[in-house]
Structures are given as structure tokens and as C-alpha cells.
């Protein structure tokens, strides 16, 4: 059993700064996949930014276009924690954003987390 705790949602002006962070607790498998998806109003949930790793080392990662060199994900390993650095925010942004935990070699298992809100305005 994997639970997924998001937090640093909230709500700020375009051009602005949040940073998100997502803790894992419960049975973690060391060989794992952490990211970040949102859902807007109207719209699918999608891949915001995800990275992979195997115990303390942290290997590749991937953002969607629509974010890259704007957020930047990181993991810290020894605490089981996530985080989104979301910076020059723009309000499409706005979404809910979601925690999601996936074993690599085990394909029949994924947690998510309860979800964040983040508003940006104009």
C-alpha cells in the first residue's frame, strides 16, 4: 500500500512562482517512476513532468512541451519526496495537479495522489 500527499498549491499571478511537493509513504518499491499530471476544466489529465529512479540515483526525466524550460521536477530519494518547481506560470497552467507513483518493473500497480489546485491569472 502506497499513499501520495501533494502540497504548494495555490493561487498566483501570471509570471509567477510555485513549487509543488508530493510525499510517499507506505510499501515503495526502490525502482520507480514519480511525476506530475493536471487535469484543467474540460480537458484530459496530462503529463506534466515525471523522473525515474532506482534507490538514491535519479535517471532520466521528461516534461511535456508545453512546460519545458519553464518547470523542473526533482526527487529526493531518502525522504520519498517529489517536487515541481513551477516558475514564469502562465494561465494555462491552471489545473489540478496530481502525484502519480509507478513501479517500473511491476506494471499492475499505480497510486495517485488526492490532487492540488493551481490558479493562475491574468
Same mark, same amino acid.
Given at each position: 500500500?502506497? #499513499?501520495?500527499?501533494? @502540497?504548494? =498549491? ?10 509543488? %511537493?508530493?510525499?510517499? @509513504?507506505?510499501?515503495?518499491? %526502490?525502482?520507480?517512476?514519480? =511525476?506530475? /499530471?493536471?487535469? &484543467? ?7 506534466? &513532468? ?5 534507490? #538514491?540515483?535519479? /535517471?532520466?526525466?521528461? /516534461?511535456? +512541451? ?7 521536477? @526533482?526527487? +529526493? ?15 494555462? +497552467?491552471?489545473?489540478? /495537479? ?7 518493473? +511491476? ?5 495517485? =495522489?488526492? =490532487?492540488?489546485?493551481?490558479?493562475? @491569472? %491574468?
Amino acid at each position: 500500500q502506497v #499513499q501520495l500527499v501533494e @502540497s504548494g =498549491g495555490g493561487f498566483v499571478q501570471a509570471g509567477g512562482s510555485l513549487r509543488l %511537493s508530493c510525499a510517499a @509513504s507506505g510499501s515503495i518499491v %526502490s525502482f520507480n517512476v514519480m =511525476g506530475w /499530471y493536471r487535469q &484543467a476544466p474540460g480537458k484530459q489529465r496530462e503529463l506534466v &513532468a515525471s523522473i525515474r529512479s532506482r534507490g #538514491q540515483t535519479n /535517471y532520466q526525466t521528461n /516534461y511535456a +512541451d508545453s512546460v519545458k524550460g519553464r518547470f523542473t521536477i @526533482s526527487r +529526493d530519494n531518502s525522504k520519498n519526496t517529489v517536487n515541481l518547481q513551477m516558475n514564469s506560470l502562465k494561465p494555462e +497552467d491552471t489545473a489540478v /495537479y496530481y502525484c502519480n507513483l509507478r513501479p517500473v518493473l +511491476d506494471t499492475t500497480q499505480n497510486w495517485w =495522489g488526492q =490532487g492540488t489546485q493551481v490558479t493562475v @491569472s %491574468s
